[in-house]
């Protein structure tokens, strides 16, 4: 990205294309060409297009667990998509979002150092107005949070950051916390305007609501961990265990399910009749003889043979063969 507007800019270009005086065929004639990307040696990238694309791997399942819980939350599908990311210098970043904003400050222990999760006006509000029992409508005019507003916002923020620590566990545990929540990105100076940051542009939708989420961490916070943040490390760590704590998960999940289990006497055939004439003391006849063994029913099938008894003054059945085993398709 080697220059980013400011929302004066892009207002202003906005109001020259309705003017005519800026013609939009001739910007896209001009987009089509071959540019040549300026490249400032004294500020070389520090992330590699592999770290990059394993962070946009992470914010993408990030993204997905985040509009699960939104849309559960707010009570409206919430659909949420990793645009971009790129890495800026901390001045760039400033500069591209509006002012007043939501920038929610907030550590990752172990890593040293803060990062920003800034949420759009527009969608932040409508979150906000949701969580009230609005509609989820966005104010005409944007404003800086009241009292209550910011509290809520706290806690919203809070649980959105603790959906950190799942797509991120393959490579280090974390613990997100939020440290506060500021409106004007002109006070919030986390690190020296120059220093670079990895920014990972996040399209949220909620209803006709659309904005965008920017998560914004310095270089100097992820540096400790570069050499983790390559797709092959990242899956090779996740896969071991994520497939042991499912298989814990399912055995345990197994092992507390209350199965059914039904002993077969025998069987007959009666008719309607003989149906409405019994009375106690009759007996039916059934198709098994006395000393033969009865069928264990597990669901609907029969899995065992048993023979029947008394356990401590109750009916009980003891096992005397398996009929067959179950298999994996089964």
Request: net charge negative; hydrophobic share 40%.
């Amino acid at each position: 990205m080697a220059e980013v507007l400011s929302q004066n800019e892009i207002d202003a270009l906005l109001s020259a294309l309705s003017s005519g005086s800026v013609d939009a065929d001739e910007l896209k004639e001009e987009e089509s060409r071959k540019k040549i990307r300026v490249y400032d040696f004294r500020r070389p990238n520090k992330f590699s297009k592999d770290q990059i694309h394993t962070l946009q791997v992470i914010y993408e399942n990030y993204t997905r667990s985040l509009g699960t819980y939104l849309s559960a939350q707010l009570r409206a599908p919430v659909q949420m998509e990793v645009l971009s990311v790129e890495q800026l210098t901390y001045e760039e970043f400033v500069r591209s979002i509006p002012n007043p904003t939501i920038l929610n400050i907030f550590s990752l222990y172990p890593l040293e150092g803060n990062a920003i999760m800034e949420i759009n006006p527009n969608l932040g509000f409508a979150f906000l107005d949701r969580l009230l029992g609005g509609p989820g409508y966005s104010p005409s005019r944007v404003r800086p949070l009241t009292e209550i507003e910011q509290t809520v916002m706290e806690r919203l923020a809070q649980r959105m950051l603790d959906y950190f620590q799942e797509p991120w566990d393959s490579i280090i545990e974390l613990e997100p916390s939020l440290e506060r929540v500021e409106n004007n990105p002109q006070f919030t100076q986390l690190v020296s305007p120059s220093e670079i940051m990895i920014i990972v542009s996040i399209e949220t939708q909620m209803g006709e609501v659309l904005g965008m989420l920017n998560i914004c961490i310095p270089f100097l916070m992820l540096e400790p961990i570069l050499d983790k943040l390559s797709v092959h490390y990242y899956y090779s760590s996740s896969s071991p265990k994520s497939n042991a704590e499912n298989t814990r998960a399912i055995r345990q999940k197994l092992e507390n399910t209350l199965v059914p289990v039904k002993v077969i006497l025998g069987k007959t055939c009666i008719t309607v009749r003989e149906l409405l004439e019994l009375s106690g003391g009759d007996v039916i006849p059934l198709d098994r003889r006395v000393k033969d063994d009865l069928e264990v029913m597990i669901g609907q099938r029969t899995k065992f043979l048993g023979k029947p008894g008394v356990h401590d003054n109750r009916f009980a059945i003891q096992i005397s063969r398996v009929l067959e085993e179950g298999n994996d398709d089964e």
